[in-house]
């Protein structure tokens, strides 16, 4: 489901003398469906840099990144945007949304932009927020009001919301207390059995042992400095 | 799913000022449903251009490819000026950065909103006004406002009101110059969800101009970067701020200040 052939990415910093900065090179790596597979390596390593390329809001310089037989190296905008509204999902560190938005209608969006009743997104959504432990008199309310780990529990229901057939998860578990990481495991779980491919960066090694089946370390794309 | 036409395809628009660059050589396809931003600095074009693909400014050279709902794809430089005219009020649409550009300050909202649906032939004063209140309430105006003036309004619920008079005619092709320009943030934020929700429901395409790159992360599928009056970078919104590959660009996005 995600194919990466032999990838490689430098960044070019104009603004600092037009220094290029080589950071992962002959990157190759498969995850198929139902399987969740684990970016390994040290802080640096570029970790985060290859997922962002498979996500997309990277440029890949050479190479091939297939998700469900697009090349997200070579798509047209247009191509990648269709992506990830039906294919590809997401869960980043970061939640970017526009201001006074309720959390509720955040979760429900990806579902929205498919087309699905605003009263089906909803519920859905709602049925998400419950499960991840979000009290019910916060969904009217924007995320941006919110606690760090109220803000990771909204970026994972939305990431969850539709059952897309590749995801991409950027630590998930980090910054949930025990019960709520529980939640998330097994989200992750359920998603593997009904065939989603996942890749996946986990520091928390006993979530890493149980979701991944296996890792793949990412120092060795790396680029000697 | 994916449609096989664009809905405007924009070739080699030129336009100068005498010696001076105004836009030059652009190009580009927008297709159904989505939103493009073009961004860059005071002077880099981007009004420039807007007005040329709008039809408020003739380009020197270029050609405007318009998936017409009749005909098909037809040039709009080439048409006569009836049928573009038709084509500004009904399919397309133009949301001015500042709303007294954009309505008429000494007309009542509703007459505003009504005005648009008499231009293309409506003529039922009832199902009108019924319309107009519809509009008020999509774009949260209490509908008891609708024989107000706009001067009566505060910036944010006459750009609110400008958009209703823009969108009664079911446009596919909205043009918005800086449409949150003048606006204080807590407003922006509120128009933003708005034109988001209008865009969605609607299907709308879009052409967005604007010197805020957080509003264009917000709305915009795609962006372009405009200096001196060419591209210098264009693709998808968040690749394009995310990872920066022009000089520009990288310096535009580094200058952002982070709240």
């Known amino acids: 489901m995600i194919v990466v052939e032999n990838v490689s990415k430098n960044f070019t910093l104009h603004n600092q003398g037009g220094i290029v900065l080589p950071v992962i090179t002959g990157a190759s790596l498969a995850v198929a469906a139902g399987q969740c597979v684990g970016l390994a390596g040290s802080s640096g390593a570029g970790k985060s840099t290859l997922m962002r390329m498979i996500w997309g809001n990277y440029r890949t310089d050479s190479g091939r990144i297939l998700v469900g037989g697009t090349d997200i190296a070579r798509a047209e905008p247009r191509q990648i945007i269709a992506l990830r509204r039906t294919t590809l999902g997401h869960v980043s560190q970061f939640l970017r949304v526009v201001p006074r938005v309720p959390a509720i209608d955040v979760v429900a969006e990806p579902l929205l932009t498919q087309g699905t009743a605003p009263d089906v997104a909803r519920a859905r959504a709602a049925a998400l927020l419950t499960r991840l432990n979000i009290p019910e008199h916060l969904w009217s309310l924007s995320p941006t009001t919110f606690s760090g780990g109220e803000q990771q529990r909204v970026n994972i229901a939305r990431g969850f919301i539709h059952p897309w057939p590749a995801l991409l998860l950027d630590e998930p578990t980090a910054s949930l207390d025990a019960g709520n990481r529980e939640v998330v495991l097994t989200l992750i779980e359920e998603a593997k059995a009904r065939g989603a491919a996942i890749l996946g960066i986990f520091h928390d090694e006993g979530a890493r042992t149980r979701v991944c089946d296996r890792l793949v370390d990412v120092s060795r794309f790396a680029v000697a400095a | ?259």
């Open chain 2, 1 to 259: 799913m994916t449609p096989q036409t664009p809905l405007l395809s924009v070739r080699g628009i030129t336009r100068n000022y005498g010696a001076r660059i105004g836009c030059a050589d652009v190009s580009f396809d927008l297709w159904p449903g989505e939103v493009m931003g073009i961004v860059g600095e005071s002077g880099s074009g981007k009004s420039t251009l807007l007005s040329c693909i709008a039809g408020h400014l003739t380009p020197d050279t270029g050609s405007l490819i318009y998936d017409t709902r009749a005909d098909g794809p037809r040039d709009v430089l080439a048409m006569p000026e009836p049928e573009r005219r038709m084509l500004g009020r009904t399919d397309w649409a133009f949301v001015h950065q500042n709303p007294r550009d954009g309505l008429r300050m000494g007309v009542s909202a509703g007459g505003n909103v009504g005005e648009r649906l008499m231009a293309v032939g409506a003529r039922h004063y009832g199902d009108i006004r019924a319309q107009a209140t519809d509009w008020l309430e999509r774009v949260e105006i209490d509908a008891g406002r609708i024989d107000d003036r706009p001067r009566q309004f505060s910036g944010g619920m006459q750009q609110r009101l400008q958009i209703a008079r823009n969108l009664v005619t079911a446009p596919r092709l909205i043009f918005m110059d800086e449409p949150t320009g003048g606006l204080d943030v807590s407003v922006q934020a509120r128009l933003l969800d708005l034109l988001r929700g209008l865009v969605r429901q609607m299907g709308l395409s879009a052409v967005i101009v604007t010197h805020d790159l957080a509003v264009v992360r917000l709305l915009a599928d795609r962006i372009m970067v405009m200096k001196d009056g060419r591209v210098v970078e264009a693709g998808l919104t968040d690749q394009v701020l995310d990872d920066p590959q022009h000089a520009y660009t990288q310096l535009l996005v580094s200058s952002v200040l982070q709240v």
